[in-house]
T-cell receptor, first 113, second 113 residues
């Protein structure tokens, strides 16, 4: 069964450093998403991406964040200058466009020290 | 503001019992609702969805009930198994603008053998 994959599973970085979280969505999907989940809290939407551009973004997704689909398979989330409060699980998801069903990856745990 | 919330943070049941997980929503404009299951260390997994023009929808061992009058959503799991132990989130999605789900806080279901 096709699945969304994410790398790395755990990323530790120092405050102020740039990080890039990587995702490989399901191959025939057209819509891509990033969410985050701070420990013990709700899953929060960050950004959605379709047709090589951002279609929606939340208030969390400020200028420190960017997304890119550098090739036909990867979808990345970049945080330019990490803050302590960026520590969270980051989930990538994709959907096919014919339904609202989103398939989530296993997540990347980001720890900012 | 609008919110999605869950009544109980933890639900403990015996294997074989039926489980009922509840969710209240406050956005009367929401017309699509989703239940997700999140196992420890994994991303959310789609379980079942329901549109606002329906009161009930059944899947394999799961049933979602929607009461629009009181803005209440429930997930019923029949013959609960240890593998059902997870956190369950409800999410709502508004119509005609954003297609991004707003997640509830989650209920932890613990199934005792």
């Amino acid at each position: 069964e096709p699945e969304v994959t994410q790398t790395p599973s755990h990323q530790v970085t120092q405050m102020g450093q740039e990080v890039i979280l990587r995702c490989v969505p399901i191959s025939n999907h057209l819509y891509f998403y990033w969410y985050r989940q701070i420990l013990g809290q709700k899953v929060e939407f960050l950004v959605s991406f379709y047709n090589n551009e951002i279609s929606e973004k939340s208030e969390i997704f400020d200028d420190q964040f960017s997304v890119e689909r550098p090739d036909g398979s990867n979808f990345t989330l970049k945080i330019r200058s990490t803050k302590l409060e960026d520590s969270a699980m980051y989930f990538c998801a994709s959907s096919g466009g014919t339904s609202y069903e989103q398939y989530f990856g296993p997540g990347t745990r980001l720890t900012v020290t | 503001g609008e919110s999605v919330g869950l009544h109980l943070p933890t639900l403990s049941v015996q294997e074989g019992d039926n489980s009922i997980i509840n969710c209240a929503y406050s956005n009367s404009a929401s017309d699509y609702f989703i239940w997700y299951k999140q196992e420890s260390g994994k991303g959310p997994q789609f379980i079942i969805d329901i549109r606002s023009n329906m009161d009930k929808r059944q899947g394999q061992r799961v049933t979602v009930l929607l009461n629009k009058t009181v803005k209440h959503l429930s997930l019923q799991i029949a013959a609960t198994q240890p593998g059902d132990s997870a956190v369950y989130f409800c999410a709502e999605k508004g119509w005609g603008g954003s297609y991004i789900p707003t997640f509830g806080r989650g209920t932890s279901l613990i199934v005792h053998p």
